[in-house]
């Protein structure tokens, strides 16, 4: 039973950065590791996956070009780096191991089985 552990949310001010670590507690290779994030109010949505094997990685468009998502395979990590935070990027984050990789896009959320607990980001001025 895989557990999950993100951390290095906070409150940041727009064009800021963080990086949130999702510590993973297990062997992961093979398997794909996606965030997600959810505002009040909406819609849990994918923003970033690294297939864990082979460092694969898909964006949302709307953080294309501002987060890099990567992985440490010998300390079961992954990073989501957040550069130029805008306050549409607030939401809690989640990371989340699935066992699929579907090559150009991430899956949905029905596609993990493994969640953490989440860390907020809040970006405002």
């Known amino acids: 039973q895989l557990q999950l552990a993100e951390s290095g949310g906070g409150l940041v001010q727009p064009g800021e950065s963080l990086r949130l670590s999702c510590a993973t507690g297990?062997?992961?290779?093979?398997?794909?590791t996606g965030w997600f994030r959810q505002a009040p109010g909406k819609e849990r949505e994918g923003v970033s996956c690294?297939?864990?094997?082979?460092?694969?990685?898909n964006y949302a468009d709307s953080v294309k070009g501002r987060f890099t998502i990567s992985r440490d395979t010998a300390k079961n990590t992954v990073y989501l780096q957040m550069n130029s935070l805008e306050p549409e990027d607030t939401a809690v984050y989640y990371c989340?191991?699935?066992?699929?990789?579907?090559?150009?896009?991430?899956?949905?959320?029905?596609?993990?089985?493994?969640w953490g607990q989440g860390t907020q980001v809040t970006v405002s001025s």
């Open positions: 297990g062997f992961t290779s093979g398997r794909t």
């Open positions: 989340a191991i699935g066992n699929r990789w579907y090559g150009d896009r991430c899956g949905g959320s029905e596609a993990y089985g493994y």
């Open positions: 690294i297939n864990n094997k082979y460092g694969y990685t």
